[in-house]
Each structure stands twice: as structure tokens, then as C-alpha cells.
């Protein structure tokens, strides 16, 4: 079965710095995807970026960056210019690439803090 | 364009009692997830519909536990007899095809 780990259960950051938030997970399949999504307090759950396992390249969307490391079943996440918006519980998923549910299978969460 | 909906936000009951949760994805999305979500956990996968066809549980799903899609739109999910560890924050999402999945806002079941 599939198991995705975040070590970090809570982190913070000074507001414009840089963060970096760790997953690792296990799966003997070829083709997944791999997302971190963001909940901020009593809100939903919101995609923050996801990574298809086929692509070496790093995906990035704007302040946000993954390192992927498929050998190592690594995909951190790093936050540049850290804003206050940016608090919230980060999880990290992993998917199926095809063939069934693609169900998500979520790690169990870093709480980020962002100080003014 | 709405996002996923869900209805009731919070719900109250007492252990024993009945309670119904419904979901409302994004249109044309016909994949629909449910998920369950306890304090500092992450969430964990229920059931998924692919229009209105169930094709997987988990085993978490107990036999108290329902879950319809009767025409690959609206979802409901039952839970019969409620305890009190069904209190949980539960989840619905949905997607167009094997990929990203849109998340609404829960509904947050308290059981007395």
C-alpha cells in the first residue's frame, strides 16, 4: 500500500523568507502523481501544485517549488517570499497515474506559521 | 464557475441518530471522492463514484455507512447509528479524469 510521511509536524517562517516543507513516501508503481495541497484555518482544501512522476523537471507556480527526487521518494515543497496568507496546514498526496480510483492517499500534515 | 459544494456545514447529532451529507460537484465532473478527516490527521479516502457507478470502498466504510450518486450529479453520504468516532470533518471532491481533485468545504459532523 501506498504511505506518504511528512516529518515536520509544525514549522515556521519569518514573513519573506524562504520555506521548506518535507514528504517522503513508498510505492512500487512507475507513473503517479504527487500534489501538495493547502487548508487554511476553517477553510477548504486548495491545490497548491502537483508533480506527474514521469517529468524530471521540477514543477513551480510562482512563489511555490517542488523538488522531486523519484529515487529517493522525496517531493518537498519550498515557499519563497513567505506571506502572511501563506499559514495553513500543507498536505502532502500522492495518486495512482491511471487504472483505478486515483484515490489520494494524504500524509498527516505540517502546520505553517508565518511571522510578521 | 462554482466550486464543489457541500450541505450541511456542521452537523450535530446524537450517538444513535441518522444523518445525511450532500455534495454538489463541479458540473460535468464525473468523478466524485468522499473523505474523512479527523483532528491533525490527513484525510482519508472513502468511497468514489465515477458518474453514478460506486467502484471502490474502503474498508473504512463500515456497513453503517452509505454512499449514493443516483445521477452521476449530486452526491448524498448516509451514516446510520452515528458513534461518536464518526465525528469527523468529511470531504467530497471531484475531477474530470484521473487528475487533480477539487476539494469543497466539508461538512464537520459533531456526535454528542
Known amino acids: 500500500a501506498q504511505t506518504v510521511t511528512q516529518s515536520q509536524p509544525e514549522m515556521s517562517v519569518q514573513e519573506a523568507e524562504t520555506v521548506t516543507l518535507s514528504c517522503t513516501y513508498d510505492?512500487?508503481?512507475?507513473?503517479?502523481?504527487l500534489f501538495w495541497y493547502k487548508q487554511p484555518p476553517s477553510r477548504q482544501m486548495i491545490l497548491v501544485i502537483r508533480q506527474e512522476a514521469y517529468k524530471q523537471q521540477n514543477a513551480t507556480e510562482n512563489r511555490f517549488s517542488v523538488n522531486f527526487q523519484k529515487a529517493a521518494k522525496s517531493f518537498s515543497l519550498k515557499i519563497s517570499d513567505s506571506q502572511l496568507g501563506d499559514a495553513a496546514m500543507y498536505f502532502c498526496a500522492y495518486s495512482p497515474y491511471q487504472g483505478g480510483s486515483e484515490k489520494l492517499v494524504f500524509g498527516k500534515g505540517t502546520k505553517l506559521t508565518v511571522n510578521p | 464557475d462554482t466550486g464543489v459544494s457541500q450541505d450541511p456545514r456542521h452537523k450535530i447529532t446524537k450517538r444513535g441518530q441518522n444523518v445525511t451529507f450532500r455534495c454538489d460537484p463541479i458540473s460535468e465532473h464525473n468523478r466524485l471522492y468522499w473523505y474523512r478527516q479527523t483532528l491533525g490527521q490527513g484525510p482519508e479516502f472513502l468511497t468514489y463514484?465515477?458518474?453514478?457507478?460506486?467502484?471502490?470502498k474502503s474498508r473504512l466504510l463500515s456497513d453503517r455507512f452509505s454512499a449514493e450518486r443516483p445521477k452521476g450529479s449530486f452526491s448524498t453520504l448516509e451514516i446510520q447509528r452515528t458513534e461518536q468516532g464518526d465525528s469527523a470533518m468529511y470531504l467530497c471532491?471531484?475531477?474530470?479524469?484521473?487528475?487533480?481533485?477539487?476539494f469543497g468545504p466539508g461538512t464537520r459532523l459533531t456526535v454528542l
Open positions: 463514484f465515477q458518474n453514478e457507478a460506486q467502484l471502490e
Open positions: 471532491a471531484s475531477t474530470p479524469g484521473g487528475d487533480t481533485q477539487y
Open positions: 510505492t512500487s508503481e512507475s507513473d503517479y502523481y
